[in-house]
């Protein structure tokens, strides 16, 4: 059985960091991805990162600010998020993908954690 876990969310001023944490089991040697839903929007894609973490792909709204690394010994996947700012405001979701390479594609994720909450004040 897939499980996937996060942790991290939390209250932050902008311009803060967090990092967040998805814990993983039951799959391994897929790509995963980090989402995110604001209330009354639909799930965007965040980022994503290949098994081997060779590969990772960002959402222009996050490039230069956000990083997702793996480690691969303890089937966990991170979000360092940095500058945070109020849009950034949303449940994160990390997820694990039906393809092998770093996909910002929803449809081809098939396994969700049940979100963590990020809000940012101004």
């Known amino acids: 059985q897939v499980q996937l876990v996060e942790s991290g969310g939390g209250l932050v001023q902008a311009g803060d960091s967090l990092r967040l944490s998805c814990a993983a089991s039951?799959?391994?040697?897929?790509?995963m991805g980090w989402f995110r839903q604001a209330p009354g929007k639909e799930r965007e894609f965040v980022a994503a990162i290949r098994w081997s973490g060779a590969r990772t792909s960002y959402a222009d709204a996050v490039k230069g600010r956000f990083t997702i690394s793996r480690d691969n010994a303890k089937n966990t996947v991170y979000l360092q998020m940095n500058s945070l700012k109020p849009e950034d405001t949303a449940v994160y979701y990390c997820?694990?993908?039906?393809?092998?390479?770093?996909?910002?594609?929803?449809?081809?994720?098939?396994?969700w954690g049940q979100g963590t909450q990020v809000t940012v004040s101004s």
């Open positions: 039951g799959r391994t040697f897929s790509a």
């Open positions: 997820a694990i993908a039906n393809v092998g390479y770093a996909s910002s594609w929803l449809s081809e994720y098939d396994y």
